[in-house]
Nanobody, 123 residues
């Protein structure tokens, strides 16, 4: 089992930045991908970004490329999501997720989920 604890959400204005963090514990050596999904009210959960636990290969959803950066500190077992130039449409609950699946954007690749952190962006 892997446990994930997120931190860093909040309320900001359009154009501002936020950094989310997700600390992983437990059997972290079993993780293949770790990353972020988000879910806005009335919408399905969607892929934001992920990174390979071994190899540090980042992947991004199309709508966050160039604005968000995912990074991994293996020494701290912590993944970060730096979000710049936030837009109102980025408002959602952001979930950290980890799993053994090889498809980085497929939600089924992720077995372990954090509790979620709210990000709200006002216009």
């Amino acid at each position: 089992q892997v446990q994930l604890i997120e931190a860093g959400g909040g309320l900001v204005q359009a154009g501002d930045s936020l950094r989310l963090s997700c600390a992983a514990s437990g059997r972290t050596f079993t993780i293949y991908h770790i990353g972020w999904f988000r879910q806005a009210p009335g919408k399905e959960r969607e892929f934001v970004a992920s990174i390979r636990w071994s190899g540090n290969i980042p992947r991004y959803g199309d709508y966050v490329k160039g604005r968000f950066t995912i990074s991994l500190d293996n020494a701290k077992n912590t993944v970060y999501l730096q979000m710049n130039n936030l837009l109102p449409e980025d408002t959602a609950i952001y979930y950290c997720a980890a799993g053994r699946g090889v498809s980085h954007s497929y939600i089924g690749s992720y077995e372990w989920w954090g509790q979620g952190t709210q990000v709200s962006v006002s216009s």
